[in-house]
């Protein structure tokens, strides 16, 4: 903007730039972590074109080593006592989670296609002009799963595992269209979910928050006013937008962006009011439930046993969770030094949590590190720090927003329409890493080709939607699955197979019959 | 409070007192009507006894004749043409709606009973402790349906009809625990959807707006200010709140009580930050979608041909609905002027007819009840008022909050949790009548009697949920269901009688058969 000499100011209600990413230091300022938003990977890029122009550095989150996992379901004993049985295995990070058996493996790959094959009849911009958009609206994801999945295993994984890892929510609480979206959007199911040429391949050294804060150090004095939140956005005038912050501030404004989630804009009263569909979209738009608690040790002794430190932990069983964190990964620096755990605690685990000192929460999730790794070494943390997004006034969860059924279809195509002078950016409104940093970077940068383009900078309407040149530093990589899911039969393709051996096997105990009789 | 010698300040956000009550004058102010809530019935304590208090009148909506029944259903006919099969009947208010046949009847007998046997398992108070609170929770109230009825009529009048004449939202979008609770406060099924003996039994003479204008004008000269919406809500000082509205007026309170829906809680800046599981309820508690047209004739000619004015419309078919009004009602003036029906358009067919003019949605909804009735007549309206509550900045809809699944059991005992200094009324903190005007009415007095206990001026902590004195003038009487519904059987009754019928029969044959042989 300031390239096109154009005026900018940015009012933060936060004391801090940086929205859902936080870098905290610890240790009297020797080391950071990321207490929000960290991770970045092929395809982002957005954010890694801005890594590099803002001359930062991206390192690769520890994905060379086996991958822990703990699968437990319990069992009702007499006299309703409940015991837990546990399987604990290991798999290498380009391998399928090791379900059990064949059938479960099926079932699995058949699912991940399910969701790939459905997602790709979802435009990324416009999703509710997907052709079953209505009826895919209508539906939770979770009863996408328990139509689509025909074993226990691979439901619980999909609604309890996945779901939770991915949006920090249970599966009945989104609707299937808008997760197929969420997923497709980030390049698929392989691609949301991998560290290594996924989302969570790498992060940004010492921390991203400095994204926002060298964006901001780059507007200069005066252009980012902290503890500015807005509660009023009045247009009556027809000359400009006048914005009143909660201290009473007033600004005028020839456009605004509000680059915010969007049950935030319930904190701003407008005038004239929002219209409906925006207002409706905004009482359905809750965010994800979770925690992220970092554990340190003295060593990462867990390295010497073959481990990297992502663990996946499905311990979800007939409605009743036994550990809180669901996926883990490496935090030791890239260095070696502070050598930590991060998990992630959503929706259940979080909810089951939420009131517990942060010295018992680190306690609980040792407890799980070391059933999932038989190394009873993880229950001698050095240090534990937890951070709970759902307090925060002005996110009031993480990652990002959902949405319940009945949303999206309705009122989805409200969300980037500007009202009068306001302009609506923050990453729920990308298409294409939507709830990462990426996106809101990209939802940034066309909200702002929105204003050039009313402001004749721009002369071509479509320049809006330009598409960000490849990242040099991390160029996109197809992301690809392993070649036997290619191979891998569908549920109706053994059925049909089992039919035929079936009937091969009568048809030869018929002739048999007939020739023995002869 | 003012008996109590409390200092009582209203801070009122839009430009009239009434919330989600408007009295509307027309004609030059000869006769009004109501755009909000309006109706009250026996058992609604609270209202009734108010409304004697500011000695106003109601008198009884007409439910002496007939009501309309339509059902509609679509076929499928070749080259993907559709058309409308319609059954048109008409039953008297105590019976049960002809749904064609015996085997729905017993249907939707059982499915009330057992809506009504469930509610009977959660308390008012404390939904959230029944004790399937969390299972029933997990499900929508669709999924509750489609599990419980056996035919599909039931099944679509329970999730299309019943709900979105209840709640204006559809039967996917809530869940199961939150929508049983909602009937059950109300006094069961039958309560809920009455008019003699029920909810919508009367209507109050000259509106019900009068009620709040009333008790403004009781508080007197400057206790009530207009046009003052609160933004922020301040307990830094441990001595005060400091309550400060949009025009920057500033209030200092000993307590506040907060009387709004609980999404609106989003609209004001907490310091500190609102708890978590307020911030988390707030952003799951969706209004309904629901506008009212009314329709003015010369003459109320459907009484000449026995009708009270009261249509059901069920035309919703596989997906589909012909008819935006599924429930109307007669709304001619008691002393028989200003002929008038008014029509509910909820969920569906509030999404449908939102961006139409006025007069085309007179036209489609005048179509309805022609068709309805087969009187032509209809389509002669002489005048049409719509009132869509939806873009209402202050309410968001109508005619109350709504919850999806897994928010009452993990965030609903939050609801009513005093922060600080802050108490909370509004009718969704009500525990009978919730989401109507006696709920806002019982909630107030008990927010203020929080008020009191604190102060002193009650000594009985138990006095706080002082239940209410039974209305003199429209005093409760029992609910009571057609006798028959006792008798009539479950599905699984039936299949008993069935195979042991079979059996019999079975039995009958083999012994006829011996003998016969012998």
Redesign the interface.
Known sequence: MRAHQLDVLVLEARDRVGGRTLTKTLGDGKFWVDLGGSYVGPTQDCVLNLIDELKLETYLVDDTKDIGYLKSSFKLRQGNQVSWVERRARFKPDKDPPFGNIFHWIDYVHLVKLIDAYGAQIPSESPWLAPKA??WD???FKQFVDESAWTRRVRDYFNHIFVTIDICC?A??VSMLWFLWYVKQCGGYGRAISTTNGGQERKILNGSQQLSERLSQLLGEGAVLLNK?V??LDQTDKAFALV?T?D?SKFKAKYVICAISP??L??I??EP????EK??LA?????G?VAKVILYYKRAFWKEHGFSGCFLIDSYSR?RSLDPVILSLDETKPDGSHPAIIGFVGARGW?EM?NLPESEVGCRVAESYARVTGLREFLNFERVERA?W????YS??CYTSTH???TLF?YGASLREPFGRIHYAGTETATKWSGYMDGAISAGKRAARELLYLEQRLTNADDVWREEPASKSVPPRPFEYPVWHEYAPSWKCLLGLAHSLLAAGLLTFVVYRRLAIR
């Open positions: 209505e009826e209508s539906k939770s249970d009945n609480e939140p509660f009023k009143t909660t009473g049950h935030l319930l904190k009263h407008h009011a929002l219209p409906r207002n409706l009482q359905r738009s809750p965010m439930q409605g909810f939420r709970d759902t307090g925060e006034q009031g969860g319940p059924v009945n309705k």
